[in-house]
T-cell receptor
């Protein structure tokens, strides 16, 4: 079955540590996105990518980095520069940027310990 | 800056009642509109697309008003299982600086 997969589901990070969240899709979608959601809050865009080897900053890109070396994959690294990384991270993909629905992965819940 | 606004609620509604909420958008060039449902601690899932002619799926009806730049979602005969957060999503043709634009969601609580 086609879909979008995030891993891990739960992740614990120590202070000062970089961690990478995985996002893989087999929907042949061009566009991929990363969002952060805090408790009781809406989705905030971190980064998005419309095509391989290209990505754009969203509203809250500071302290995060991404890569898009393959169409299927859009990993997100939460760096030590992100001072408040505890949140629910959602990856999404869509057939093209604008015009079609987005599909979401199940999310990664990141906690700083 | 493109904005999508929703009343955050919560809307507390008795089981069996009809409830409706709106979502306004600022970009008149917006092309596609969707309602997503998000359960607590889960990912958003597509509920329905919103077409210019309206869209009905069982107890759910979505409408688009381009002149006033809002979309609406109506839920009839509400069930306890309808309790969730409903997100409005707006997209523009050809993408843009932020691709999809999400509203912050409307929290709906159906009470027995």
């Amino acid at each position: 079955d086609g879909g979008i997969t995030q891993s891990p589901k739960y992740l614990f990070r120590k202070e000062g540590q970089n961690v990478t969240l995985s996002c893989e899709q087999n929907l042949n979608h061009d566009a991929m996105y990363w969002y952060r959601q805090d408790p009781g809050q809406g989705l905030r865009l971190i980064y998005y990518s419309q095509i391989v080897n290209d990505f754009q900053k969203g509203d809250i890109a500071e302290g995060y980095s991404v890569s898009r070396e393959k169409k299927e994959s859009f990993p997100l690294t939460v760096t030590s520069a992100q001072k408040n990384p505890t949140a629910f991270y959602l990856c999404a993909s869509s057939g093209r940027t604008g015009g079609v629905q987005a599909f979401f992965g199940q999310g990664t819940r990141l906690t700083v310990v | 800056r493109k904005e999508v606004e929703q009343d955050p609620g919560p809307f507390n509604v008795p089981e069996g009642a009809t409830v409706a909420f709106n979502c306004t958008y600022s970009n008149s060039a917006s092309q596609s509109f969707f309602w997503y449902r998000q359960d607590c601690r889960k990912e958003p899932k597509l509920l329905m697309s919103v077409y210019s002619s309206g869209n009905e799926d069982g107890r759910f009806t979505a409408q688009l008003n381009r002149a006033s730049q809002y979309i609406s979602l109506l839920i009839r005969d509400s069930k306890l299982s309808d309790s969730a957060t409903y997100l409005c999503v707006v997209t523009e043709a050809g993408g843009g600086a932020d691709g999809l634009t999400f509203g912050k969601g409307t929290h709906l609580i159906i009470q027995p």
